[in-house]
């Protein structure tokens, strides 16, 4: 007896580079692949990155390579619906996008790719979103499914940029699946030379938007202003982007070259946090943080700048938010952890309870299931 058909789900990227929406996208696959229900497939704009390597979905890829960078307005129309095109060899019942190009590209005339439905994924405060008037970007917004966003700020993009979409947007939350070290703890303490001290991790790119700059200058008034026995250790991980020249010239300035360390992007990310006391993030706008996600489920007490999205994370009354570029406040809630380890593990345990409640990865598989279905029947 024949098996019920499989719901075809093609998942778009724009590149195969490693960033929270493509492990998003990695993960919610994985889990979709999992089921009976769904079989997935991931195509991506350009084919930079190797996202997919020794991946579960990776069998089932196929690049696009498509560009549309110039600024002839017909040849960009003729590109994408030539992309739509090309993606029918796929077969997808249901099209989901992640990130902004995708989501205009694909949603432009997803009808030709022969799909029953193609979702809009909004993943953040709207970065991207055209600053005049732009033709294709609202046809490809009308001319979606269903509407979805990962945050209440994601939505509020939405809504704010564009009138007629309030109430129309599903809101599914980023989900974590659970990581297991691949090192020990011992081998962290070494690399980074934590021994005797605690230790802060922040997990952002260092880019402009994340403000490293108010943390390194809360670490100085810490050494320089503050009465604490022992200064933590700050790990600052991530890409070496914009503004790595500018926060190194800072730590140099301030020597604070004994006290903050950068490391490039981890994939071991769970044996990072098990050095890890405290984590901070301090950007200044966010969709839905997955760095945060993954220091709660592993109950590490967070501080964290005030803004919507991670008082979306972490809960309207969390105590432990600071206002943006305020270092002095900043440096009031890191000596406040530093010196009382019955509230660290308190804060640690009811963050990694709030994960379980509502930021596992099951939790958004399940999700994005029951939208797909109920747009198919």
């Not at 110039?70 to 992640?98: G, Q, T, W, Y």
């Not at 300035?253 to 981890?266: E, G, P």
């Not at 002095?328 to 530093?338: A, F, G, P």
Request: a neutral charge; hydrophobic letters at 40%; glycine letters at 6%.
């Amino acid at each position: 007896m024949q098996g019920k058909k499989k719901i075809r789900v093609l998942v778009l990227l724009d590149n195969f580079n490693l960033g929270g929406a493509e492990r998003q996208a990695i993960i919610l696959s994985d889990l979709l692949n999992e089921t009976n229900d769904f079989e997935v497939s991931i195509a991506s704009l350009t084919p930079e990155g190797n996202l997919l390597e020794d991946n579960q979905v990776s069998k089932a890829l196929i690049k696009q390579k498509q560009y549309v960078s110039h600024n002839n307005l017909a040849l960009i129309i003729c590109e994408m619906l030539f992309f739509s095109i090309r993606l029918r060899k796929l077969k997808p019942d249901v099209i989901i996008p992640f990130t902004i190009r995708p989501n205009v590209i694909i949603n432009f005339a997803w009808q030709l790719t022969g799909a029953k439905c193609c979702f809009w994924n909004q993943r953040d405060e709207g970065f991207g979103f055209p600053k005049t008037r732009d033709v294709l970007f609202y046809w490809s917004f009308w001319n979606s499914t269903a509407y979805i966003a990962n945050s209440i700020s994601s939505e509020n993009a939405l809504t704010g940029y564009l009138s007629g979409v309030a109430g129309k947007i599903t809101i599914i939350p980023n989900g974590i699946s659970p990581t297991y070290p691949s090192l020990p703890t011992h081998q962290w303490q070494s690399r980074f030379a934590t021994e005797g001290r605690l230790v802060a991790v922040m997990v952002a790119n260092l880019t402009n938007k994340k403000d490293h700059e108010t943390v390194i200058k809360s670490w100085a008034y810490l050494k320089y202003e503050q009465e604490l026995e022992t200064l933590p250790k700050l790990i600052l991980v991530g890409k070496k982007a914009e503004s790595f020249e500018k926060l190194n010239d800072l730590i140099n300035q301030l020597r604070l070259t004994d006290d903050i360390v950068f490391s490039d992007f981890v994939v071991d990310i769970s044996g990072l946090l098990t050095i890890a006391d405290i984590a901070i993030h301090s950007s200044l706008s966010e969709g839905l943080p997955n760095a945060i996600l993954e220091c709660m489920q592993k109950s590490i007490p967070v501080i964290a700048s005030d803004i919507l999205a991670h008082r979306n994370v972490l809960g309207e009354d969390y105590k432990f938010l600071f206002g943006i570029g305020d270092y002095k406040q900043l440096s009031e809630m890191v000596i406040t952890l530093c010196n009382n380890r019955p509230e660290r593990e308190s804060l640690g345990a009811s963050n990694q309870k709030r994960f379980q409640d509502n930021f596992t990865a099951l939790k958004m598989m399940n999700a994005y299931s029951d939208l797909i279905k109920s747009k198919l029947k």
